[in-house]
């Protein structure tokens, strides 16, 4: 599976997003509530909301943050 290099930003941030919002909800519902048979249901809630939260903040902030580095690389 190949990706466009038009549709590389999206990608990116899309799986960003996903993957930060994924693994801080379940530690942060763990830390919260410890184990127990509530802890799937509410990392999935948590999820789902950190996600549709994270999404566009990523694909907004990311080429923001890309770019203004950028300005201070150094490729000497």
Known sequence: MRIKATHF????????ALFMSF?????????????SSLLLPMWMKSFVTGFVIAL??????????????LKYVDEG
């Open 56 to 69: 566009p903040t990523s694909i907004v902030v990311i080429p923001l943050i890309r770019n203004f580095l």
């Open 23 to 35: 693994f801080i909800s379940f530690f942060m519902v763990l830390v919260n509530t410890g184990f």
């Open 9 to 16: 930003n999206l990608v990116f941030s899309s799986l960003v």
